[in-house]
T-cell receptor, first 112, second 112 residues
Framework: AQSVTQLGSHVSVSEGALVLLRCNYSSSVPPYLFWYVQYPNQGLQLLLKYTTGATLVKGINGFEAEFKKSETSFHLTKPSAHMSDAAEYFC??????????FGSGTRLQVQP | DTAVSQTPKYLVTQMGNDKSIKCEQN?????MYWYKQDSKKFLKIMFS???????INETVPNRFSPKSPDKAHLNLHINSLELGDSAVYFC???????????FGPGTRLTVT
C-alpha cells in the first residue's frame, strides 16, 4: 500500500520569503516521488521528481525537494517566493502501484 | 502543440443522462489514465490503460466505462449520471510506469 500526507492544507508566505511545503509518504517498495502544481482552472504540471540517485532534486521555477528515506519525507522548498507561485501543490508517490497516489494538496498563498 | 488534450472542457448535464469525455495524447506514451478531482481538490485514480489494455480499475461504479481505441486515445463514458459525479476529470499519460505523468487540462462535469 502507498499513501501521501501533506501537512498544512494552506500555507501563506510573504513575497521573497522561504517556501516550505511538507510531504510524507508511505510505500511498501522504493518510491518514486513527484511534486505537481495546479494553477486555478488548469491541469497539473510536473515541478520535479525523485526516482533514484541524488536525493536533492531540482525542478522548474526554482523549486527543489529532498528525499529523506529515514524520515519518509519529500518536502518542497523555494528560497524566495514570488507572487506567481500562488497555486495548489500536490505531492504524489508511485510505488508498487502503477498509478500516482496523491496527497490532499497544499494551497500556497503569497502575500505582497 | 498540446501534449494531452481533453474535450469538452466544461460539461453541464442533467441527472440520468449519458455523456462521454475524450482524451488524446501526442507524446507517444504507452500508458493513459483517468483521475477524478473532487470539490475538495482530492485526486484519485479511476482507470489506467497500457497499450489499450486495462491495467487499473479502481472501485468505480460500473456506470463508468473507459474505452481505448488506440494507445493515443482514452475516452470515458458515463451512464446514468448522478449528482455525485460532479467533479473535474483529468486524463494523463506516461511512459511505462512509474514514469512521470502528463496531465490534460481537465473536464469540469456538473450534474444538475
Amino acid at each position: 500500500a502507498q499513501s501521501v500526507t501533506q501537512l498544512g492544507s494552506h500555507v501563506s508566505v510573504s513575497e521573497g520569503a522561504l517556501v516550505l511545503l511538507r510531504c510524507n509518504y508511505s510505500s511498501s517498495v522504493p518510491p518514486y516521488l513527484f511534486w505537481y502544481v495546479q494553477y486555478p482552472n488548469q491541469g497539473l504540471q510536473l515541478l520535479l521528481k525523485y526516482t533514484t540517485g541524488a536525493t536533492l532534486v531540482k525542478g522548474i521555477n526554482g523549486f527543489e525537494a529532498e528525499f529523506k528515506k529515514s524520515e519518509t519525507s519529500f518536502h518542497l522548498t523555494k528560497p524566495s517566493a514570488h507572487m506567481s507561485d500562488a497555486a495548489e501543490y500536490f505531492c504524489a508517490v508511485s510505488g508498487a502501484r502503477r498509478a500516482l497516489t496523491f496527497g490532499s494538496g497544499t494551497r500556497l498563498q503569497v502575500q505582497p | 502543440d498540446t501534449a494531452v488534450s481533453q474535450t469538452p472542457k466544461y460539461l453541464v448535464t442533467q441527472m440520468g443522462n449519458d455523456k462521454s469525455i475524450k482524451c488524446e495524447q501526442n507524446l507517444g506514451h504507452d500508458t493513459m489514465y483517468w483521475y477524478k478531482q473532487d470539490s475538495k481538490k482530492f485526486l484519485k485514480i479511476m482507470f489506467s490503460y497500457n497499450n489499450k489494455e486495462l491495467i487499473i480499475n479502481e472501485t468505480v461504479p460500473n456506470r463508468f466505462s473507459p474505452k481505448s481505441p488506440d494507445k493515443a486515445h482514452l475516452n470515458l463514458h458515463i451512464n446514468s449520471l448522478e449528482l455525485g459525479d460532479s467533479a473535474v476529470y483529468f486524463c494523463a499519460s506516461s511512459q511505462v510506469p512509474p514514469a512521470e505523468q502528463y496531465f490534460g487540462p481537465g473536464t469540469r462535469l456538473t450534474v444538475t
